[in-house]
């Protein structure tokens, strides 16, 4: 069993920053491909960035990319989401989830575990 705790979610004006945490328990971290997926009201879960589980793949979503860094590690168990530029239209809540195959993917029902969602606020 894994658990995610993402953390760092907030209020930021557009054209703001923030930097999502989510860490992960257990020992087999490494192991996994990690990624975001955020959830906008009345919408569905959106993707929006993976990282292979060595770290050697990253993808991301159009909107976000060139904005945006995923980055993990391994040795803290913890994969990290940089937002910069941020835009209204990325106001949602923002999960970060596990694949234990290990290969990065942008297919939401391949991940296996979730962690509970941190709100992310974009005012203009």
């Known amino acids: 069993q894994v658990q995610l705790v993402e953390s760092g979610g907030g209020l930021v004006q557009a054209g703001g920053s923030l930097r999502l945490s989510c860490a992960a328990s257990g020992r087999t971290f490494s192991r996994y491909a990690m990624g975001w997926f955020r959830q906008a009201p009345g919408k569905e879960r959106e993707f929006v960035a993976t990282?292979?589980?060595?770290?050697?793949?990253?993808y991301y979503a159009d909107s976000v990319k060139g904005r945006f860094t995923i980055s993990r590690d391994n040795a803290n168990n913890t994969v990290y989401l940089q937002m910069n530029s941020l835009k209204p239209e990325d106001t949602a809540v923002y999960y970060c989830?596990?694949?234990?195959?290990?290969?990065?993917?942008?297919?939401?029902?391949?991940?296996?575990?979730w962690g509970q969602g941190t709100q992310v606020t974009v005012s203009s």
């Open positions: 989830a596990a694949d234990t195959s290990g290969v990065a993917t942008m297919i939401r029902y391949r991940y296996d575990y």
């Open positions: 990282i292979s589980w060595s770290g050697g793949n990253t």
